[in-house]
């Protein structure tokens, strides 16, 4: 059974620092993708990483995937604070769908 | 535009009672998907859709139901079996294997 766990799962940060978010995932895929949520609302695909060593960025944030250590990270660099949400990695992508991690609640504090 | 189109965005819910969510998709995708989000939770598939008049059930299908008609088209049952229903319900659809899933804009469905 595929499991996706994120860390941390809550991260209450100031403006301006950097930080990073982390997704493990239990079983080999070289397909990785990370949402953004906003409260009551719906989600919203941020990257899509297909191969090991892919880096995607956008903005003041940046993606990785190294499919051997089975490991991606989301970097928020000199972060604002409207890019508080709830940020979703998720594994998968087949004809079966995505299998998601509990997400990681970002507030960003002036 | 094309997109996912949820309905209604809030729904309430007798105990006993059926009720249906509406999710329609104009963008030729051939995949349709169903998942809930309980809070501080992520999300959970409930049925996907691969081909019309074809689905499979996810992690937690019990209590619920699906249809797949028409292609643009993948409605949900929340039946009376299905005990605790209160939370988020997400539809989403995809195109081709291994690219992103689109996200409709969510029902919320509540006990009363």
């Known amino acids: 059974e595929l499991k996706v766990e994120q860390n941390p799962l809550f991260l209450s940060m100031q403006e301006g620092k950097n930080y990073t978010i982390y997704c493990n995932y239990s079983?080999?895929?070289?397909?990785l993708y990370w949402y953004r949520q906003d409260p009551g609302k719906s989600l919203e695909s941020l990257f899509v990483?297909?191969?090991?060593?892919a880096v995607k960025q956008e903005g003041r944030l940046m993606a990785s995937l190294d499919t051997k250590a089975r490991l991606s990270t989301l970097h928020i660099t000199a972060a604002v604070h409207d890019l508080s949400a709830t940020y979703f990695c998720?594994?998968?992508?087949?004809?079966?769908?995505?299998?998601f991690g509990k997400g990681t609640h970002l507030i960003i504090q002036p | 535009d094309g997109g996912i189109t949820q309905s209604p965005k809030y729904l309430f819910r007798k105990e006993g009672q059926n009720v249906t969510l509406s999710c329609e998709q104009n963008?030729?995708?051939?995949?349709m998907y169903w998942y809930r989000q309980d809070p501080g939770q992520g999300l959970r598939l409930i049925y996907y859709?691969?081909?019309?008049?074809?689905?499979q059930k996810g992690d937690i299908a019990e209590g619920y139901s699906v249809s797949r008609e028409k292609k643009e088209s993948f409605p949900l049952t929340v039946t009376s079996a299905q005990k605790n229903p209160t939370a988020f319900y997400l539809c989403?659809?995809?195109?081709?294997?291994?690219?992103?899933?689109?996200f409709g804009q969510g029902t919320r469905l509540t006990v009363v």
């Open positions: 859709s691969q081909i019309v008049n074809d689905f």
């Open positions: 079983t080999t895929s070289d397909r």
């Open positions: 990483l297909l191969s090991n060593g």
């Open positions: 989403a659809s995809k195109g081709r294997v291994y690219t992103e899933a689109f």
């Open positions: 963008l030729n995708h051939d995949a």
């Open positions: 998720a594994v998968g992508g087949g004809a079966d769908g995505l299998t």
